[in-house]
Nanobody, 124 residues
């Protein structure tokens, strides 16, 4: 069930930067934590970043540390994933998802609402 709206994906070249946005179209409705996941072809969905409503963040996935930055604006409830120095192995469909406040996790289970997914193909 899609409840969040993502934007900002698209075809990029190696070394390019891209910023994904994730909006809650219902506006500010309660507090929630936000995770960013990606799923490459033939692979399982993995968490690359996450941020809580209070401002804390998950450690970035090893493969994106030093290149990706997660942030959010609680008014309105919008999250961002800044992706720098993109590599071919970053090619995937990227998803944002929301979980109840205090549920921030790398696991999929706490996340009840998901964005529609936005493809990010990185061309070499």
């Amino acid at each position: 069930q899609v409840q969040l709206v993502e934007s900002g994906g698209g075809l990029v070249q190696v070394g390019d930067a891209l910023r994904l946005s994730c909006e809650n179209p219902r506006g500010t409705v309660g507090r929630f934590d936000m995770g960013w996941f990606r799923q490459a072809p033939g692979k399982e969905r993995e968490c690359v970043a996450g941020s809580s409503w209070s401002g804390t963040s998950l450690d970035l996935h090893d493969s994106v540390r030093g290149r990706f930055i997660v942030s959010r604006d609680n008014t309105p409830n919008t999250g961002y994933l800044q992706m720098n120095n993109l590599k071919p192995e970053d090619t995937a469909v990227y998803y944002c998802a929301s979980a109840p406040f205090h549920s921030l996790s790398r696991n999929i289970e706490p996340y009840h609402f998901w964005g529609q997914g936005t493809p990010v193909p990185v061309s070499s």
